[in-house]
Antibody, heavy 127, light 110 residues
Framework: QLQLQESGPGLVKPSETLSLTCTVSGGSIVSSIYYWGWIRQPPGKGLEWIGS???????YYNPSLKSRVTISGDTSKNQFSLKLSSVTAADTAVYYC???????????????????WGQGTLVTVSS | QTVVTQEPSFSVSPGGTVTLTCGVTSGSVSTYYYPSWYQQTPGQAPRTLIYSTNTRSSGVPDRFSGSILGNKAALTITGAQADDESDYYC??????????FGGGTKLTVL
């Protein structure tokens, strides 16, 4: 059974870089039918897609966060990671990692949905 | 950037039927947006209910169904139960590697 587990500091200072890692077990991140993504949820608010990565290293980012986000993968450890720079209080949220199941023809993504989620980890931005 | 719209809140009586919708500020939602739906209870990670408009995820009861109604994606719950009281989020694929969640609908069963 696939499991995803987020890890990283629960407290980050303003202007610093938030770093989280998602460890995947029960399945490999090296797969042509999945992307791997990060989603966040500020307290009391809705879900926001942050970005996704393919096993090849190809990435897509939310345009509103693109200038501050980097997602990378480590196939040897079956992990992928999120870095969000220059954080402010507005970045305080529960951060989820998730598997994005896709149908892809050539390089064009068609069907896509998040089919497995980590439990989430709260990151608070505060001095 | 396109905004994905959902009703902020909805209520349904136990045993009743409710349809939640998912629209876009510019244009109509079609199957090519590959709408998916997620259920979330407080303190829990989202649970995938529906993908590709109308395909139920594994283990999801058949009282949950997805469709396109008019110019929106729709999630219908038939025979609502108390434990269906949750937040429901739709997600649309905008193309070019961009996914957008709706703001969510808080469903009350009373």
């Amino acid at each position: 059974q696939l499991q995803l587990q987020e890890s990283g500091p629960g407290l980050v200072k303003p202007s610093e870089t938030l770093s989280l890692t998602c460890t995947v077990s029960g399945g490999s991140i090296v797969s042509s039918i999945y992307y791997w993504g990060w989603i966040r949820q500020p307290p009391g608010k809705g879900l926001e897609w942050i970005g996704s990565i393919y096993y090849s290293g190809s990435t897509y980012y939310n345009p509103s966060l693109k200038s501050r986000v980097t997602i990378s993968g480590d196939t040897s450890k079956n992990q992928f990671s999120l870095k969000l720079s220059s954080v402010t209080a507005a970045d305080t949220a529960v951060y989820y990692c998730a598997r994005l199941s896709i149908t892809i023809f050539g390089v064009v993504i068609h069907e896509s949905w998040f089919d497995s989620w980590g439990q989430g980890t709260l990151v608070t931005v505060s001095s | 950037q396109t905004v994905v719209t959902q009703e902020p809140s909805f209520s349904v009586s136990p045993g009743g039927t409710v349809t939640l919708t998912c629209g876009v500020t510019s244009g109509s939602v079609s199957t090519y947006y590959y709408p998916s739906w997620y259920q979330q209870t407080p303190g829990q990670a989202p649970r995938t209910l529906i993908y590709s408009t109308n395909t139920r995820s594994s283990g999801v009861p058949d009282r949950f169904s997805g469709s396109i109604l008019g110019n929106k994606a729709a999630l219908t719950i038939t025979g609502a139960q108390a434990d269906d009281e949750s937040d429901y989020y739709c997600m649309l694929y905008m193309g070019s590697g961009i996914w957008v969640f709706g703001g969510g609908t808080k469903l009350t069963v009373l």
